[in-house]
Each structure stands twice: as C-alpha cells, then as structure tokens.
C-alpha cells in the first residue's frame, strides 16, 4: 500500500511539473511573453526604421527560420512580402526550437540598430554560413563581397507562438 | 562518566565511537544518500555537458537533414502559385502550412517536419527535414535549463547536492587515503588544471 502511494505520488509530482512549462492557453510562451506593447507592422517599421530605434516593439509573423544548434534567434516575416526581420536573443534564456519554423509568432523586444563594417559583415556572412551549411539554394551574396552595412534586428524578450 | 573512568571503576562497558567517528559516519550517510539521489542527473548533466562542449561540430538537439535536388526552372508568380509548384516539382504531396518569398524568385515552402527552400529561376531546392535528436535533446533540455520554473529549483537543489557531496568527500576518510595523505595531491590537480586555464586567460 505504502509503495503504491509512493508511486502515485511521485507520478502526481511528475505531471504537475510538467504542466507548469511555458505552455498557455493561446500557445507556446517563451522568454518573458507579451506585455501591453501595441504590435507594429513589418513594413511600416522598415519603411521608416530610425524612428522605431531603441524602443520596445512588437511584431507578429510567420517564422521563416531559426538558429539550429542553440535557438538564440528566429526570423520573422511580415505582412509583405520579401521582408523579414530577426529577433535575437540572449543564449540560453529564451530557446526557439526549430520546429517553430512555419508557425506564426508574436515577439517582443528592443529594436536594434547595428552599423557593420566590411570585416563585421564579412564574419558575419561567414557565421551565417556555418549554421546553415553551405547547402541554400544558389545566389547567396559571397563574403568576398561583403560591404560596410546596416542592420535592424529586434533584442527579443518574449514571444508566443500559435 | 568517561569510559576510561568506567573501566578504571571496574565498569564492564567499552569505548564508544568518539565525536570524530560519529561526525564522519553522519557524513557518510549523507553523502551515499546524496550520492544515490544525485546519480541519475549527475549522467544526464555530463551526457549533456559532453554533447554541447562539442556544438561547433554538431546539432546535439536536432538531426537535421538537407538534400539538395534540382528540378525545372519555374516563371515567377504569385507566392501560392510558386509554393504549389515547387511542392509538386520537388515530390512533396503534403500539405503546405505556409510559405514565405523572400524576392521574386525565391521561395521557403513549409510543410510539417520539412523546408523547402526554392529558387525558381535555377531550378535548385534544399529539402531539409528536422526531427529530435533522440534521448540528447531531453539531456540537453534539462541540463541548459530549458524547462525554466520548477526545474531552476530543482536544479539549484541538486548543484546543493553535489557542493555537499564534493565538500563530504574530501573529509569523510582519514589516514593515508584521506585528504591529508594522498587526496590532497588529487585535490591539487583537480584545482591546477582548471586553474592554469583561467591564469591563461588574463596571459593571453
């Protein structure tokens, strides 16, 4: 009787703990979620990107992509085509796993602007390459040609995903 | 009463253990008790440690496949149109989730467990399936504290456990053993090694 108890309750511990994980009602929450934020579109914010520089945005999309070996970001598409934005995030406290890729995500966070010189977009091209291999489709720009740039990217602190 | 007194007043009881002894077979306690409780995640937290370490040479939480195949150029056209005709191009009957142009001429066609990523002017697709990396991915998923919540407590609790058992193994044992004999030269090398990495680092 006792090793009966001692067993349901240590199943009952086991679930209860398991459905204490980032799971919600209205989808899968990581980092710290949402918060009263008002949601931008993609194209408005690349149509004038400096204005949205250093404020806390959110955008919702289809998740086109994510960082395979540690989920430390996801690109975002938006609601025009041709455009996408990635929203980054600290290693190791929030994880995107890869089967997010598909689905449809709200993200929240800081929106960054980074200047790049040639060489920083040179490493950068070539960090890019060695997470996705050397296998996409032809017509990738090549390192060789890398040129001083801008980017924008959103400092991820929460997302859900549907 | 002292059992040297006992004895010297004709008592018949022997020596008991000495607070030393007694302490120590406390610690001994503790520490296979900690040990057996730990054991389980001790393994799943080096498992994990090991695969990780090792990230710049592999996926330890996905097994990711890509194929490359190459099929009929295709005229650009709307996203729908191009995603159904890289689907039926490339062999793939399931049904499409969504699908993403990133220019005219590129595509990534999402279906359940796969990506396909098109470029429709050269005729080039990379098919890429994902699936979980059996047993490593749930390692990993505790070991990097994926879980967050409850697993942070619990974690912490077992990082408690293993500083007790750490700190009981170097004094449970006396004599030629024991930390004060030969231990002492393994604790040594066990504080060198990590030691001379860090002095590296500041050197470097």
Same mark, same amino acid.
């Given at each position: 009787m006792r090793r009966r108890l001692s067993f349901a309750f240590v199943c009952t511990a086991v679930l209860l703990l398991a459905g204490s994980a980032g799971l919600a009602a209205d989808g899968q929450v990581f980092g710290k979620g949402l918060s009263g934020t008002e949601t931008v579109a993609l194209s408005a914010l690349m149509a004038a990107p400096d204005e949205y520089v250093g404020k806390t945005i959110r955008v919702e999309g289809l *998740? *086109? @992509?994510?960082?395979?070996?540690?989920?430390c970001w996801m690109e975002l598409a938006g609601d025009q085509e041709f455009q996408s934005i990635k929203v980054k995030v600290d290693d190791g406290v929030i994880v995107f796993p890869? @089967?997010?890729?598909g689905k449809r995500a709200v993200a929240e966070g800081e929106f960054t602007k980074i200047v790049l010189s040639a060489e920083q977009q040179k490493a950068r091209m070539e960090h890019e390459k060695q997470e996705h291999?050397? @296998?996409?489709?032809?017509?990738e720009p090549c390192e060789k040609d890398a040129k001083p740039g801008v980017i924008y990217m959103i400092k991820g602190t929460g997302a859900i995903v549907r | 009463m002292t059992p040297a007194a006992r004895n010297e007043a004709g008592g018949a009881t022997t020596a008991g253990p000495s607070a030393g002894q007694k302490w120590r077979r406390l610690l001994r306690s503790f520490h296979r008790d900690i040990g057996y409780a730990v054991a389980a995640v001790t393994v799943a937290y080096a498992v994990s440690g090991i695969a990780v370490n090792h990230i710049t040479d592999w996926n330890p939480n996905y097994v990711i496949a890509k194929e490359r195949v190459t099929f009929a150029p295709l005229p650009p056209s709307d996203r729908d149109t191009m995603a159904a005709a890289v689907a039926e191009r490339v062999g793939i009957e399931a049904p499409i989730k969504d699908a993403f142009r990133q220019s005219p001429t590129k595509i990534t066609v999402f279906f359940e467990g796969t990506t396909v990523d098109a470029d429709i002017e050269t005729g080039v697709a990379i098919i890429e399936t994902s699936r979980d990396r059996p047993v490593f991915r749930d390692l990993n998923f505790l070991h990097l504290n994926h879980a967050k919540g409850w697993w942070t407590w619990i974690a912490d609790l077992y990082a408690a456990g293993l500083i007790v058992l750490a700190v009981s193994g170097l004094v449970m044992i006396r004599g030629r053993n024991g930390f004060g004999g030969r231990g002492k030269w393994f604790f040594a090398l066990g504080v060198a090694i990590p030691l001379a990495f860090v002095v590296l680092r500041y050197l470097g």
């Amino acid at each position: 009787m006792r090793r009966r108890l001692s067993f349901a309750f240590v199943c009952t511990a086991v679930l209860l703990l398991a459905g204490s994980a980032g799971l919600a009602a209205d989808g899968q929450v990581f980092g710290k979620g949402l918060s009263g934020t008002e949601t931008v579109a993609l194209s408005a914010l690349m149509a004038a990107p400096d204005e949205y520089v250093g404020k806390t945005i959110r955008v919702e999309g289809l *998740v *086109v @992509d994510v960082c395979e070996k540690r989920g430390c970001w996801m690109e975002l598409a938006g609601d025009q085509e041709f455009q996408s934005i990635k929203v980054k995030v600290d290693d190791g406290v929030i994880v995107f796993p890869v @089967d997010l890729k598909g689905k449809r995500a709200v993200a929240e966070g800081e929106f960054t602007k980074i200047v790049l010189s040639a060489e920083q977009q040179k490493a950068r091209m070539e960090h890019e390459k060695q997470e996705h291999g050397n @296998d996409h489709a032809a017509g990738e720009p090549c390192e060789k040609d890398a040129k001083p740039g801008v980017i924008y990217m959103i400092k991820g602190t929460g997302a859900i995903v549907r | 009463m002292t059992p040297a007194a006992r004895n010297e007043a004709g008592g018949a009881t022997t020596a008991g253990p000495s607070a030393g002894q007694k302490w120590r077979r406390l610690l001994r306690s503790f520490h296979r008790d900690i040990g057996y409780a730990v054991a389980a995640v001790t393994v799943a937290y080096a498992v994990s440690g090991i695969a990780v370490n090792h990230i710049t040479d592999w996926n330890p939480n996905y097994v990711i496949a890509k194929e490359r195949v190459t099929f009929a150029p295709l005229p650009p056209s709307d996203r729908d149109t191009m995603a159904a005709a890289v689907a039926e191009r490339v062999g793939i009957e399931a049904p499409i989730k969504d699908a993403f142009r990133q220019s005219p001429t590129k595509i990534t066609v999402f279906f359940e467990g796969t990506t396909v990523d098109a470029d429709i002017e050269t005729g080039v697709a990379i098919i890429e399936t994902s699936r979980d990396r059996p047993v490593f991915r749930d390692l990993n998923f505790l070991h990097l504290n994926h879980a967050k919540g409850w697993w942070t407590w619990i974690a912490d609790l077992y990082a408690a456990g293993l500083i007790v058992l750490a700190v009981s193994g170097l004094v449970m044992i006396r004599g030629r053993n024991g930390f004060g004999g030969r231990g002492k030269w393994f604790f040594a090398l066990g504080v060198a090694i990590p030691l001379a990495f860090v002095v590296l680092r500041y050197l470097g």
